[in-house]
Structures are given as C-alpha cells and as structure tokens.
C-alpha cells in the first residue's frame, strides 16, 4: 500500500510499483510478441518507455499488454507493424472489439 502525502495542490502517493508500471508494461508486451524488452536497443527502449508511461497513465496494464501483442502477433492479414505505438493508437478499438466478442 502506499502512503499519500500532501503537498498543498494535489496528494501525491508513495508506491514502490508505481515507478515500475511502464517497465512492467513494456515487458509484458514484448512478451506477448515472443520476444524479450532487453533486446531491443536503447533508443527504442527509451521510445517505448515513454509510450508505456503515457499508456500506465490512462489506464492500460501489463496484462492487457500482453493479451494486446499474443493476439495481434497472431493475426496473419496484419500488414501493420505490432508495436508499443501500435498498442497506442489500437488499444481502444481492440477493446470494444474484445468487449464485443464476449457480449
């Protein structure tokens, strides 16, 4: 549990997870494609960083990133590559469609 301290505008938490969220993120989805975050170079791993932060902070988890690579890994039609940013720019409509499946 983390512990929340003010600051006069807005509280802010002390959770030891919550720096990790985009590297755990990140991770998961590079194994969900099969693959391993510590092979890519390190210009993309700070790309991919700042994606998962952006993605961590709406909402997304490590789980969903994960689900999100191993399905659309494989997807044979797919001309489009699977990426971070792809997850970015595909995250909502894949979930309706997941949400739609299921309904």
């Known amino acids: 549990m983390g512990v929340d301290v003010d600051l006069g505008e807005a509280p802010v ?7 990790q969220g985009p590297r755990l993120l990140a991770e998961a989805f590079y ?4 693959a391993d975050a510590a092979d890519v170079t390190l ?5 991919d960083l700042a994606i998962a932060r952006d993605l961590v ?3 997304a988890t490590p789980l969903e990133a994960e689900a999100f690579a191993r399905d659309m ?6 001309i489009a590559p699977v990426d ?3 997850f970015e720019r595909e995250r909502l409509g894949w979930q309706a469609r997941c949400r739609g499946a299921k309904g």
């Open 84 to 86: 971070l940013r792809s």
């Open 13 to 19: 938490t002390r959770d030891p997870d919550r720096g």
């Open 57 to 59: 902070a709406v909402g």
């Open 73 to 78: 890994n494989g997807k044979s039609m797919r």
């Open 43 to 47: 210009p993309l791993r700070r790309r």
């Open 31 to 34: 194994r969900g494609l099969g």
